[in-house]
């Protein structure tokens, strides 16, 4: 059966809803556009995470919220090379931040090994 668009694409979504880690995530992956190689997939994603970082009773918890967006694309290089690269948005509290990922998987020994190696950078947006 084909997809809703009719292109071959994959839509995942996760939640959890524990009450003190609530997060909502999907991503969108489809055939690139022509001029491009590979697949692009599109993320979103939103939690907050609650910390005790105090023993006492009456010590409010830190509570934190995180909002992402991203676009990323991947290929195969050849049957056994897969490199991978992205973009996004990061928004934790009033804070925000550039992230730019990139990624390579090996495949060895006729597919029953892999290796990978991935770097992320993030920059703030604001001092």
Known sequence: MTGALG?????????RWKSARPRVSFTLAVPSPHWAPGIVS??????????QVSSAPDTAALVESRRRAGVSLADWATSHIRWNGGTAMDRFDSRGHLAVDGGLDVRLASDHMAVGFASVSWTPLAG
Request: net charge negative; glycine share 10%; proline share 0%.
């Open 7 to 15: 292109a071959g694409e994959l839509v995942f979504a996760a939640w």
């Open 42 to 51: 599109v993320t979103g994603l939103w939690e907050r995470q609650s910390y």
